[in-house]
């Protein structure tokens, strides 16, 4: 069986004033922990469940990476940086703001801005990368340290979707609701997988 867990560290620090001439995608990517974000990074590290992590992948962005770094300091593992894993890319905003745009998509999965990515995109592009990992680390546990964005879209290809009283996007599985609508702090979302089916889908953290 392989087992993987989809990590997301949502403490970060947002008092960053960048130069106007950074993007707003090497914004997203170069945000850093909060300092409660560093602390709690250091605490999952320490979690039992995680002591058997034999594989730890990470996406190219300064947050997850920052987060990774304590589990792969403790099990004297490498991280394998993947830009896979990366965030939606969201695209030419506009006057837009990304909280309009983010209801939007959750409604229609093939919503997207110019330039930017759909969520039915970002499940591609993770579904991919998923398939590629449970072949070439069959019956190994793994560490996957993402974004909100990136897992909600890998998930809705398992999980039955609705929506909560702020009409943000939910998703259920088997009764347990695996994404509500929120993402403060770190969240932790277990799939276990024998060969390449899926077997379950759990919250942990």
């Given amino acids: 069986m392989t087992t993987i867990y989809l990590i997301n560290n949502g403490f970060t620090m947002n008092n960053l004033n960048f130069p106007e001439s950074e993007t707003l995608a090497d914004r997203r990517e170069k945000r850093i922990l909060s300092i409660a974000g560093e602390e709690e990074s250091r605490k999952l590290a320490l979690e039992n469940f995680l002591q058997k992590v034999n594989v730890i992948y990470s996406s190219d962005y300064v947050m997850s990476l920052g987060t990774a770094k304590y589990l792969a300091k403790n099990l004297e593992l490498e991280i394998n940086i993947c830009k896979e894993l990366g965030e939606r890319v969201i695209g030419n905003l506009g006057n837009q703001k990304i909280r309009m745009v983010n209801e ?92 390449n089916e899926l077997v379950s889908i759990s919250r942990i953290k």
């Fill in 104 to 195: 939007l998509q959750e409604n229609d999965f093939n919503y997207k801005l110019s330039g930017g990515e759909s969520l039915n995109d970002v499940k591609r592009r993770m579904l991919r990368f998923l398939n590629k990992v449970l072949d070439t680390d069959a019956d190994k546990c793994i560490a996957m340290f993402t974004h909100n964005v990136a897992i909600t879209s890998l998930l809705s290809e398992y999980c039955t979707p609705g929506f909560n009283l702020d009409n943000r996007l939910i998703l259920n599985y088997q009764e347990e609701a695996i994404v509500d609508g929120t993402w403060d702090g770190i969240k932790v979302i277990e799939l276990v997988f024998t060969q």
